[in-house]
């Protein structure tokens, strides 16, 4: 048995209070203590003084994304555009790019549906995507 001060371990302990505890127990406290000494080396040597946990506010300035009001009008525009290439291209490419990218279906899902073989449905949005990057160079 080993004698322990909890107010070593504990800071809510304002006087010194030994207890008799086992050997495990006294080893689980060594422990302990070795792996929050090691943490705080770790934030301090990487300078990772921030966790986005900590209730602080930073979590909510890198989630909450605020952009500019030339941003917003340059994301807009962007969309236009990329909107406009996917209508210029045949309806059956335009349906299959509009599924594989925004929808998040599979190749195999989208030949399965349309009963085709898997190849076609690649070679389809391949040649989508080659149409829409020739109307946006073009559109520039």
């Known amino acids: 048995m080993i004698r322990i001060n909890l107010r070593d371990y504990y800071p809510f302990y304002k006087s010194d209070f030994f207890i008799e505890v086992t050997d495990e127990i006294a080893e689980l406290f060594k422990l302990f203590n070795r792996k929050e000494h090691a943490d705080f080396e770790r934030r301090r040597v990487y300078k990772a003084y921030y966790s986005l946990d900590a209730g602080d506010g930073i979590e909510k300035d890198i989630i909450l994304l605020v952009l500019s009001p030339d941003e917003i009008y340059e994301r807009k525009l962007s969309n236009q555009e990329l909107y406009a290439a996917i209508n210029s291209l045949p309806e059956k490419q335009a349906k299959r790019v509009y599924a594989y990218f925004f929808l998040e279906m599979s190749k195999a899902q989208i030949a399965r549906i349309e009963g085709v073989g898997e190849s076609t449905i690649r070679d ?14 073009n559109f520039f």
Do not use: M
């Open 124 to 137: 389809s949005i391949n040649r989508g995507l080659k149409n829409i990057e020739k109307f946006i160079k």
